[in-house]
Nanobody, 118 residues
């Protein structure tokens, strides 16, 4: 019943920038951790970044200093700003709501491809 709608992505040259967004139809949005994952062409799933309900932000080491995650609780939306993109950033990016309350479900977006290539 909760739907996650992803937007952004596409083809970008190395060194370029790209922004992703994810909007959720969940009245309990502010009580979830919002997360970005990516799945590489080798089908390796990697955690990218997340923001807790309290606003704590963490990044994977391989995107630290280049990517910025943010959330807008009023719009039930979170974002991933990707700067200085590298070819190894090529992946399908998934947004996710991760429950921090026991018994609540997690929700995944369908994924949006990002290709970094000349």
């Amino acid at each position: 019943q909760v739907q996650l709608v992803e937007s952004g992505g596409g083809l970008v040259q190395p060194g370029g920038n790209l922004s992703l967004s994810c909007a959720a139809s969940d009245s309990r949005f502010s009580a979830y951790e919002v997360v970005w994952y990516r799945q590489t062409p080798e089908n390796q799933r990697e955690w990218v970044a997340g923001i807790t309900p309290g606003g704590a932000i963490k990044y994977a080491n391989f995107v630290q200093g280049r990517f910025t995650i943010s959330r807008d609780n009023a719009q039930n939306t979170w974002y991933l700003r990707m700067n200085s993109l590298k070819s190894e950033d090529t992946a399908v990016y998934f947004c996710k709501l991760e429950a921090v309350v026991t018994g609540w479900p997690n929700y995944w977006g369908k994924g949006i491809p990002v290709t970094v290539s000349s």
